[in-house]
């Protein structure tokens, strides 16, 4: 119900936040261990949180739709779902307040966006990917927060993700119906557009070439499922579109790691990669 694969992906935005963070504080700080699990427990809770929230206020729709899952099956009711997803949210909150105030408090804030997404911004064809982006945004930024002062400097990095998670939100809306090819090639475009502007800070930074095999191996990943969804946009297509962009979202954090000049840490975010995939095998994505 959580599912998990793509809990695999909020950990690899914190890793990448982490990676931000040292790079604009000239690794002045090291990172303290036990602060980067408690923000990864932190994304967990709000993730899982979010989803679970996702089908309880979905439960009426997938029972036609969707009714492999949980709620519709009466695997969990509607009230056991929501106390599991407040239970989730307070759990990654609390662990991120484990690590400062200012990360607690951006906990919250993702926790709040996560919650109107599902009730209210999802409904919506220009606010509904805003608002989903802003929820990834936020998490990128739970993970700078571990150096709070370089929040003043990489907050408006936060809005990479915006960019990225309003495309694949754009393309799963015809994940069941069918969708239209100009979103999809619109989609591709803002694909586009992010890894463009991570190669523009890799080359400022004067680590082109680190950030590069990422970059296009982001693109082989994303464009392979994207391009098949373009010639046949029917609900199936359309679904692996979207986990690839879902998948996908490991090497893209990745490519920030590379940014930062670190390629052993950005291998390192990049092996969340299979274990991701062999979620995606064993557990629903969309």
């Not at 002045?28 to 993730?47: E, K, M, R």
């Not at 990834?136 to 150096?147: A, D, F, T, Y």
């Not at 936060?158 to 809306?173: E, K, L, Q």
Request: hydrophobic share 55%; aromatic share 12%.
């Amino acid at each position: 119900m959580s599912r998990p694969a793509n809990l695999v992906t909020a950990v690899a935005d914190i890793m990448a936040g982490i990676s931000i963070a040292g790079f604009i504080d000239h690794f002045q700080h090291q990172p303290d261990p036990v602060s980067i699990a408690w923000l990864s427990l932190a994304t967990i809770g709000l993730y899982g949180g979010g989803i679970v929230f996702n089908d309880v206020f979905d439960a009426e729709i997938d029972a036609i739709e969707r009714p492999e899952r949980a709620i519709p099956k009466g695997i969990i009711s509607v009230s056991q779902a929501t106390a599991y997803a407040l239970v989730l949210f307070a759990a990654g909150i609390a662990a991120a307040f484990a690590v400062s105030v200012i990360s607690g408090l951006i906990a919250f804030a993702v926790a709040v966006l996560a919650l109107f997404y599902n009730k209210f911004g999802k409904h919506h064809s220009f606010f509904g990917p805003l608002n989903m982006g802003l929820c990834r945004g936020g998490n990128l930024l739970l993970g700078v927060s571990i150096i709070n002062p370089t929040l003043e400097e990489a907050w408006w990095l936060g809005i990479v993700p915006v960019v990225y998670i309003a495309a694949i939100t754009m393309v799963s809306r015809g994940e069941v119906h069918g969708g239209s090819k100009q979103t999809l090639w619109f989609a591709g475009f803002l694909y586009i557009l992010v890894d463009a502007f991570q190669l523009l800070m890799a080359f400022r930074s004067g680590n082109f070439y680190i950030a590069l095999p990422f970059v296009l191996l982001h693109l082989y990943l994303v464009f392979k499922p994207l391009l098949k969804a373009i010639e046949n946009p029917v609900g199936p297509n359309i679904g692996k579109a979207v986990k690839g962009g879902v998948l996908a979202l490991i090497v893209m954090d990745a490519v920030w790691v590379g940014v930062g000049g670190n390629y052993l840490n950005a291998l390192l975010v990049l092996a969340l990669l299979p274990v991701s995939i062999w979620l995606a095998k064993l557990f629903a994505v969309t």
